[in-house]
């Protein structure tokens, strides 16, 4: 059973050392142990002192491209050298290194594919109170639109089986960390979280530049996932609103046009039609996202397949 580590860099050369020197060198029930680092453009010395510290394996991106495509090129990095489960940390040191033998605990134990590490949010003394508040209500909505029951959706700290792996595919350039537990679950994958510790904080994130900017670019890629795995529900609720109102408006017209003709209401008839005929379009479009969405389904399979023959033959002509 082989176990890689990943960890995305972008200039963290002041705290990437302190965090390998936290991870495990051994796991019971893990044969082989090894460390891969994402560098992802950083200017600083990042994988200088990777190479130093003995790091096994680096990926580098000539510049930045942000967490989402490191992530997943991390992932293909680990399937090509035959991890049978890959974790994800992060380089400052956040996540309590020494809880990553119960993060990949119940894949080990077959109970789960894909394990989230849930963060004592509300005990985080550097989480300000506003931020802690959006934490749970940005989990909230995750659980929502994902059908899980995964209490810190944000968390970078995680774990995933080889079979998992094989089917993660990130679209949006932000972040990982929503739209993976909303495909996991909507794709009935097994996904669980375990309560994990962190450590002190040894620099701000640098993940979004304001709290607005982190809850607008988090919905933003909340509903993005939403509309591709459940479009048919997303327009049909939207395209709801405008029908019903329509129709409101128009009922109201025939009782003004059983009562005194409907004389003075011929706006109200053309604002009820058109609003019918908008609710009505909204459901079309839905109806033909939803056909879109089977036709990804079947060439998110294709790609898994392709992918498994691939990083197989891999694994094979490395053994030989």
Known sequence: MKLIIQIPCYNEAGTLEIALNA???????????????????????????????????????PCNKGLARGFMAGLDACLRLGADIIVNTDADNQYCADD??????PILDGLAEFVIGARPIDETAHFSPL?????????????KASKTDIPDAPSGFRAMSREAALHMNVINEY??????????????????????????????SRLFKSMAAYVKRSMLTILRAFMMYRP????TVVGAIP????LGIGIRYLVFLFSDGGSGHVQSLIL??????????????????DTVAANRKILEDVQYHVRKLEYDQKQKEDNH
């Open 23 to 61: 991870l495990p060198k051994s796991i019971p029930g893990i044969d082989t142990i090894e460390y891969l680092i994402i560098n992802d453009g950083s200017r600083d010395n990042t994988v200088e002192v990777a190479r130093n510290w003995g790091v096994h394996h680096i990926v580098s991106f």
């Open 100 to 105: 990553i033998e119960k993060l990949i605990r």
């Open 232 to 235: 048919l529900i997303c327009f």
């Open 175 to 204: 972040t990982y960390t929503l739209e993976t537990i909303v495909q996991a679950g909507r794709n009935r994958m097994g996904i669980t979280s375990v309560p994990i510790r962190t450590n002190a904080e040894l620099r701000p």
């Open 131 to 143: 931020k802690k508040k959006l934490q749970h209500f940005g989990s909230f909505v995750v659980r």
């Open 272 to 289: 009820a039609c058109t609003l019918i005929i908008l609710g009505f379009i909204t459901f079309v479009i839905g109806l033909l996202a």
């Open 243 to 246: 029908f019903l109102i329509g």
